[in-house]
């Protein structure tokens, strides 16, 4: 049994994935586009060549991504690829994370960024008050 591609629904996945809603979308691929025609576009099972090449040139994403993802087929590779212990033996170096030495940087940039924004506000005030006396 042969599963069909729905390219509407890839179009809509990788759309959300890219964090694009669909009145973005339908401004980047010009003024005969909007929202409603995206949502009716993203129920299509079949998207026209021509359309599928805007889309791909706006997400820029490869026109064959919406023609050939199958979420199943994904989803086995996936399960079969990363099993319960898939990276138990994937690694054997030691990693040195030093997170005293990261919040203690962090800190000294905390400092340095309140240090700017004090001076900021003293050089504001100094032209304050040199307008005022005018």
Same mark, same amino acid.
């Given at each position: 049994? $042969?599963?069909k591609i729905h390219?509407?629904?890839?179009v809509k996945r990788f759309r959300e994935m890219l964090g694009i809603?669909?009145? =973005?979308? !339908?401004?980047? %691929?010009g003024n005969d586009w909007n929202q409603k025609k995206i949502y009716? %576009?993203?129920?299509? #099972?079949?998207?026209?060549?021509?359309i599928l090449d805007q889309i791909s040139h706006a997400l820029k994403i490869p026109v064959e991504a919406f023609q050939n993802? #199958? $979420?199943?087929? !994904?989803? *086995? &590779?996936? =399960?079969?690829?990363f099993g319960e212990h898939a990276f138990?033996? =994937?690694?054997?170096?030691?990693? *040195? &994370?030093?997170?005293? +030495?990261?919040?203690?940087?962090?800190? $000294? +940039?905390?400092? !340095?960024?309140?240090e700017r924004m004090l001076k900021e506000k003293d050089e504001m005030m100094a032209r304050l008050e040199k307008l005022i006396k005018k």
């Open positions: 049994m $042969e599963q390219q509407g629904r890839n809603k669909q009145e =973005s979308l !339908a401004f980047d %691929l009716m %576009l993203e129920q299509k #099972d079949v998207i026209e060549e021509d993802f #199958d $979420e199943e087929q !994904a989803v *086995n &590779i996936i =399960s079969n690829t138990t033996n =994937s690694f054997n170096g030691t990693v *040195n &994370i030093h997170p005293i +030495e990261k919040l203690i940087s962090l800190h $000294e +940039e905390k400092i !340095a960024l309140f």
